[in-house]
């Protein structure tokens, strides 16, 4: 019994398979054969473009991969499109990186070269903090259509460029691979360890000033610039609060982000207000920090320990 059944299911797959490209009637399918690519940044080579370097006049270079994963194209471009920041406007520019190349193939990309390749960019000083980067493929077929992952653009009616759509004719999302890489433009950030802080605050309520108030707080690594603090103010509610009204040890833990060295943040405290960081990572790896709420007001040193 187990076996007829197995039996029928296999031809009912194969009935609806046939109906599905051809019912008979006038909705028949034409099928056709697609191809996608599977990009890959090189390992241990940056997964961003440098402000950091580029600013001090460092040389930046990209390195990545690019390989068919599925298809059968008879010409390759790899493709780069530049979004600038929605700051600076949100251009989207568009730029064939290199052509009729053969796949697979290790690949590298400078800033100059980055310049060079979208005719938007004058100088490395045109890549601004918060643009993007992105390179995928253009592939064209042997019956002559070409498959992009990433939009053509177009002019919109404020003479800006934007993708068609947001992604091309071709696969641009899915598990098996990776079709489109991204470069963000930002800093590297390594600023997670345990810090001594020394705090000169004042508070609310009458309570005595601290000056040089120190505490130790905790700053945890999230990734991609974001940190876990243990305690947000540093201590300066310990130090102002904690004798008279008990409130002791971490007031409020909370997220920060370091953009290029700029930190800034805000979490509710344990009192119903929120506590604002913010700070500037110093060249030595030392912090300079400013907290306000509606408790206290004060400037902080943290230093790495």
Same mark, same amino acid.
């Given at each position: 019994?187990?076996?007829?059944?197995?039996?029928?299911?296999?031809?009912?797959?194969?009935?609806?398979?046939?109906?599905?490209?051809?019912?008979?009637?006038?909705?028949?399918?034409?099928?056709?054969?697609?191809?996608?690519?599977?990009?890959?940044?090189?390992?241990?080579?940056?997964?961003?473009?440098?402000?950091?370097?580029?600013?001090?006049?460092?040389?930046?270079?990209?390195?990545?991969?690019?390989?068919?994963?599925?298809?059968?194209?008879?010409?390759?471009?790899?493709?780069?499109?530049?979004?600038?920041?929605?700051?600076?406007?949100?251009? @989207?520019?568009?730029?064939?990186?290199?052509?009729?190349?053969?796949?697979?193939?290790?690949?590298?990309?400078?800033?100059?070269?980055?310049?060079?390749?979208?005719?938007?960019?004058?100088?490395?000083?045109?890549?601004?903090?918060?643009?993007?980067?992105?390179?995928?493929?253009?592939?064209?077929?042997?019956?002559?259509?070409?498959?992009?992952?990433?939009?053509?653009?177009?002019?919109?009616?404020?003479?800006?460029?934007?993708?068609?759509?947001?992604?091309?004719?071709?696969?641009?999302?899915? @598990?098996?691979?990776?079709?489109?890489?991204?470069?963000?433009?930002?800093?590297?950030?390594?600023?997670?360890?345990?810090?001594?802080?020394?705090?000169?605050?004042?508070?609310?309520?009458?309570?005595?000033?601290?000056?040089?108030?120190?505490?130790?707080?905790?700053?945890?690594?999230?990734?991609?610039?974001?940190?876990?603090?243990?305690?947000?103010?540093?201590?300066?509610?310990?130090?102002?609060?904690?004798?008279?009204?008990?409130?002791?040890?971490?007031?409020?833990?909370?997220?920060?982000?370091?953009?290029?060295?700029?930190?800034?943040?805000?979490?509710?405290?344990?009192?119903?207000?929120?506590?604002?960081?913010?700070?500037?990572?110093?060249?030595?790896?030392?912090?300079?920090?400013?907290?306000?709420?509606?408790?206290?007001?004060?400037?902080?040193?943290?230093?790495?320990?």
């Amino acid at each position: 019994m187990k076996r007829i059944q197995k039996i029928l299911c296999a031809l009912v797959a194969v009935i609806f398979m046939v109906s599905c490209e051809d019912d008979g009637g006038t909705s028949k399918i034409e099928l056709e054969d697609g191809a996608a690519p599977d990009m890959a940044i090189s390992p241990n080579t940056p997964a961003f473009i440098d402000l950091l370097s580029l600013e001090a006049g460092e040389a930046v270079n990209l390195q990545y991969s690019a390989d068919v994963a599925q298809g059968n194209p008879t010409s390759i471009d790899i493709i780069g499109v530049y979004t600038k920041s929605l700051a600076s406007g949100g251009d @989207v520019y568009r730029a064939v990186l290199a052509s009729d190349v053969t796949l697979p193939q290790d690949f590298s990309l400078s800033d100059t070269e980055i310049v060079s390749a979208f005719s938007e960019l004058n100088s490395t000083d045109d890549i601004g903090l918060g643009d993007v980067l992105s390179i995928s493929t253009r592939f064209t077929m042997d019956d002559g259509r070409v498959l992009d992952i990433i939009a053509p653009t177009v002019e919109s009616s404020t003479g800006t460029q934007v993708p068609v759509g947001g992604t091309g004719t071709n696969i641009a999302t899915t @598990v098996l691979f990776t079709s489109v890489i991204n470069y963000p433009v930002s800093c590297p950030s390594d600023i997670g360890g345990t810090y001594l802080v020394s705090s000169t605050a004042t508070g609310c309520c009458g309570v005595a000033p601290i000056t040089d108030y120190e505490f130790t707080v905790t700053v945890t690594d999230n990734g991609g610039g974001s940190y876990s603090l243990s305690d947000m103010s540093g201590g300066m509610y310990d130090g102002l609060f904690c004798i008279p009204f008990a409130i002791c040890g971490d007031a409020s833990g909370g997220n920060i982000t370091d953009i290029c060295n700029e930190l800034s943040g805000s979490a509710a405290d344990c009192c119903g207000d929120n506590i604002t960081f913010e700070g500037t990572v110093n060249p030595d790896g030392s912090w300079n920090v400013t907290i306000t709420s509606g408790f206290v007001a004060g400037t902080s040193v943290w230093v790495k320990q």
